[in-house]
C-alpha cells in the first residue's frame, strides 16, 4: 500500500530558527514529490522533485529529494512568524491516474 | 484570475440529508478531483475526473457521487449523509493528470454532519 509520512508531526520554533521537515515514502511506480503549505484554506504549492540530489530553492525555503533512501526535506531558514503553517508532502503514483498520495502534514508555530 | 472556486465554505447537515459540493475551474484544465482532509490523515482521494464525460473512483468512493458534464465544473455529492463524512472537502485541478502537472487547490469546504 502507498504511504508517505512525514515527521515531525508538530513543531514549535523562534523566529530566526532553521528548521528541517522530514518525508519518507513507500510508493510503487514514483513519479514525482510534491511540498505545499497550507494555511487554513488551500494548500499551495511550494515545490515539485522528480531527481535526487538536484535541490530546489525558493527564498528561504530549500529541498531535496533522495530516490535511493525515499525521502525528501524541506528547509527553511530564518523562519518567520508567517512560515505558520501545515507543510504537506505528495508522492504522485501511477495508481488512480496518477493520483496524489498525501502525508499527514507537519504543523509548524512560529512563535516571535 | 479565478483559479478553482468551491462553494459552499462551510455546511452543516443532518445524517440522512443530501447536498452537492460545487467546483468549478476556469483554467481549462482536463483533470479534476475531489479530495477529503482529515485530521492525521492526509487528504485521501474521493473521485476524479480526466476529462468532461469520464469520471472514476479514488481510494475512499463510498457515500460520493460525481458528474462531469463539462470541462469548468465537477461537482460532488452526498447521497444521504453520514456523521463519518464530517470533512473539509478540497477540489483540486491540473492541466492533465500527468507527472510533474501540479495540482491547484479550492480553498475548501468545511462539511459538518451531525
Known amino acids: 500500500e502507498d504511504k508517505v509520512v512525514q515527521s515531525p508531526l508538530s513543531l514549535v520554533v523562534h523566529e530566526g530558527d532553521t528548521v528541517t521537515l522530514n518525508c519518507s515514502y513507500e510508493?510503487?511506480?514514483?513519479?514525482?514529490l510534491l511540498w505545499y503549505k497550507q494555511e487554513k484554506k488551500a494548500p499551495t504549492f511550494l515545490f515539485m522533485l522528480?531527481?535526487?540530489?538536484i535541490e530546489k530553492k525558493s527564498g528561504r525555503l530549500s529541498s531535496i529529494l533522495d530516490k535511493k533512501e525515499l525521502f525528501s526535506i524541506l528547509n527553511i531558514t530564518a523562519t518567520q512568524t508567517g512560515d505558520s503553517a501545515v507543510y504537506l508532502c505528495a508522492v504522485e503514483a501511477r495508481e488512480y491516474g496518477n493520483k496524489l498520495v498525501f502525508g499527514a502534514g507537519t504543523i509548524l508555530r512560529v512563535k516571535s | 484570475n479565478a483559479g478553482v472556486t468551491q462553494t459552499p465554505k462551510f455546511q452543516v447537515l443532518k445524517t440522512g440529508q443530501s447536498m452537492t459540493l460545487q467546483c468549478a475551474q476556469d483554467m481549462n484544465h482536463e483533470y479534476m478531483s475531489w479530495y477529503r482532509q482529515d485530521p492525521g490523515m492526509g487528504l485521501r482521494l474521493i473521485h476524479y475526473?480526466?476529462?468532461?464525460?469520464?469520471?472514476d473512483q479514488g481510494e475512499v468512493p463510498n457515500g460520493y457521487n460525481v458528474s462531469r458534464s463539462t470541462t469548468e465544473d465537477f461537482p460532488l455529492r452526498l447521497l444521504s449523509a453520514a456523521p463519518s463524512q464530517t470533512s473539509v472537502y478540497f477540489c483540486a485541478s491540473s492541466r492533465i493528470r500527468k507527472a510533474n502537472e501540479k495540482l491547484f487547490f479550492g480553498s475548501g469546504t468545511q462539511l459538518s454532519v451531525l
Open positions: 475526473s480526466v476529462g468532461a464525460g469520464i469520471t
Open positions: 510508493v510503487t511506480n514514483f513519479r514525482s
Open positions: 522528480t531527481s535526487s540530489g
